[in-house]
């Protein structure tokens, strides 16, 4: 996908998205190398199913990867350091909220080199303001392994109150559980 697409109602790629320290944008041929870091780093397969070998990668990898709605590559000073997906969810997979599925959904990976500096709850606040403005209204969901505590804590949003950390969750009347 090389020429820009217009999906109604946005355009796609957009502009790259600046936060304070990343950029967010489409992914070009200079990414690949770092893509398949992050593809074959057994520390970031850990909790989303495994790590691939890298001949395979290298053979397997288009020359520019993840040219695709809704991929983002999160540079920092130039370096790329991740990617935030924003991707259908899967009807055939349990966990919607909505009966026909499709839902959009949040995914993120990041270089381990990257990790414990809030990059990734930063790029993915961009994603989702940049998703906000192409379609208000329209939820976004997340699934994580439990047991993944680094995107657990990426995921749930945290707030203090009584003098202690608390978290909410929202539970809709009617909303099927899969
Ligand atoms: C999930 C993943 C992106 C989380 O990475 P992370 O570095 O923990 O998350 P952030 O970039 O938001 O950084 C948050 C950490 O940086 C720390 N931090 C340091 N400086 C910070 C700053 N300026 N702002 C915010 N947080 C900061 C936070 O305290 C937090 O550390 P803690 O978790 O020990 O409390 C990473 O573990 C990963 O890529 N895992 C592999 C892929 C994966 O499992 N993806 C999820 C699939 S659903």
């Not at 397969?45 to 520019?64: F, I, K, T």
């Not at 403005?133 to 969901?141: K, L, N, R, W, Y």
Request: glycine fraction near 10%.
């Amino acid at each position: 996908m090389s020429d820009e697409i217009t999906v109604h109602p946005f355009t796609w790629p957009p502009a790259p998205i600046k936060t304070e320290r990343l950029v967010l944008r489409q992914s070009k041929a200079r990414d690949r190398a770092a893509l398949i870091d992050l593809f074959a780093s057994p520390e970031v397969g850990n909790y989303v199913g495994g790590s691939r070998p890298r001949d395979e990668l290298e053979r397997a990898l288009p020359e520019v990867p993840g040219q695709r709605l809704g991929f983002f590559v999160v540079e920092l000073n130039g370096t790329t350091i991740g990617m935030i997906t924003l991707d259908r969810r899967d009807p055939e997979r349990k966990g919607h909220i909505r009966p026909e599925g499709g839902e959009p959904e949040l995914g993120y990976m990041f270089l381990p080199q990257a990790w414990g500096h809030g990059y990734a709850t930063e790029a993915c606040a961009a994603a989702l303001d940049w998703f906000a403005d192409a379609h208000p209204g329209e939820p976004v969901v997340l699934s994580t392994q439990t047991a993944n505590e680094a995107s657990m804590r990426v995921a749930v949003k945290r707030f203090e109150d009584y003098g202690t950390e608390q978290w909410l969750g929202v539970w809709y009347p009617g909303t099927p559980s899969d």
